[in-house]
């Protein structure tokens, strides 16, 4: 039973425009949403959070928007640039694994083309 | 600042051998993950230490892995009589309590 799913495997936009991962979860427990960029051959890098006190959280080029109601959140980057292709993770923690175990989505390859 | 530090890079073993891989954390992180990534897949939890104390264990760790982090500082994952199953990446990250996780590049295992 996968508690995060991205549906999308994979997204492909043109350079200087917006690129959207999409997330769903299932756990309403889940309290605490990341992102997280991984290039190949490395380990995943963090790259924006929010907490479920917030619908939306934005540093630089990149915004995390929660809907609680849906349990959904998403991924904006704006304007999308060639060294943003990677594949990226959304993840969840929360209730009684708080601040422990992180609850993975199976990624978006993000391709943005120059 | 040194990130989260995975020795070795790749390990290539024949199924039946033991293997272990090492994790040095980010030095002032007193907590520490290992997750496991099959291809196509996001990262699952493995186990978690506190300081020295291992304080949860995934139903995917069997009995034959096996994790220590003695004096709250590296760590190591060992895996006995490996099967073709635990061909996976094997990841570390560390945090401080409630801040974003850091990972380390990972261990790839290749069992022949």
């Known amino acids: 039973d996968q508690q995060v799913k991205q549906n999308s495997p994979s997204l492909s936009v043109q350079e200087g425009r917006i690129s959207i991962l999409n997330c769903d979860y299932t756990n309403s427990m889940f309290d605490y949403f990341l992102w997280y960029k991984k290039y190949p051959a490395e380990g995943p890098t963090f790259l924006i959070s929010i907490s479920s006190i917030k619908d939306k959280n934005e540093d630089g080029r990149f915004t995390v928007f929660l809907n609680k109601s849906a349990k959904h959140l998403s991924l904006h980057i704006v304007p999308s640039q060639p060294g943003d292709s990677a594949v990226y993770f959304c993840?969840?923690?929360?209730?009684?694994?708080?601040?422990?175990?992180?609850?993975f989505g199976g990624g978006t390859r993000l391709m943005v083309k120059p | 600042d040194t990130g989260v530090s995975q020795d070795p890079r790749h390990k290539i073993t024949k199924r039946g051998q033991n293997v272990t891989f090492r994790c040095d954390p980010i030095?002032?992180?007193?907590?520490l993950y290992w997750y496991r990534q099959t291809l196509g897949q996001g990262p699952e939890f493995l186990t978690y230490?506190?300081?020295?104390?291992?304080?949860?264990k995934s139903r995917l760790l069997s009995d034959r892995f096996s994790a220590e982090r003695p004096k709250g500082s590296f760590s190591t994952l060992e895996i006995q009589r490996t099967e073709q199953g635990d061909s996976a990446m094997y990841l570390c990250a560390s945090n401080r309590d409630y801040q974003p996780q850091h990972f380390g590049d990972g261990t790839r295992l290749s069992i022949l």
């Open positions: 230490f506190q300081n020295e104390a291992q304080l949860e």
């Open positions: 030095s002032e992180h007193n907590r």
């Open positions: 993840a969840a923690t929360g209730g009684i694994n708080a601040g422990n175990m992180l609850t």
